[in-house]
């Protein structure tokens, strides 16, 4: 079952993110991340006027999340919707990425966004995103500094 994210669903949408940063299929230097400012990205994705987070439960447990927004492009007249955050919990995500994703799509559209801007940190999640029509435009790159 795919929901909108409360509040209260933010301490698990952490631990999901942290099993996946833990776990999961993740490409890249390791990151420390700090949860208390994901937390808080959450909690602003939630109050700002094109932010969206869906939750996927399977068997009343969170399985996984995905966050965006909608916002005119920096480069044309167009909507488009960015995703910010997908996670899934690696023990108990079979399937549930391509569920969220569509979901973010319905939603990208009722809001009248022309594209999606995901990006993916991890082989699966690319997988995902090409299996469903995406194409990749741009390369990212990160320095430590």
């Not at 999340?65 to 005119?72: H, N, R, S, T």
Request: with cysteine.
């Amino acid at each position: 079952m795919i929901r909108l994210a409360t509040r209260d669903d933010i301490p698990t949408l952490c631990d999901i993110a942290r099993s996946f940063a833990a776990d999961g299929d993740y490409r890249g230097p390791r990151q420390v991340l700090d949860w208390f400012h994901f937390a808080s990205n959450l909690e602003r994705t939630l109050d700002a006027p094109g932010g969206v987070i869906f939750v996927s439960e399977k068997a009343g447990r969170a399985a996984g999340f995905i966050a965006g927004l909608v916002m005119p492009s920096p480069y044309t007249a167009q909507i488009i919707a960015l995703k910010t955050q997908w996670c899934v919990c690696p023990k108990r995500g079979r399937g549930t990425g391509v569920s969220l994703l569509r979901a973010f799509e319905k939603w990208a559209r009722s809001n009248d966004a022309t594209k999606i801007l995901a990006a993916s940190m991890s082989e699966a999640g690319e997988a995902v995103l090409d299996r469903l029509g995406f194409t990749a435009f741009e390369t990212s790159f990160y320095k430590v500094l």
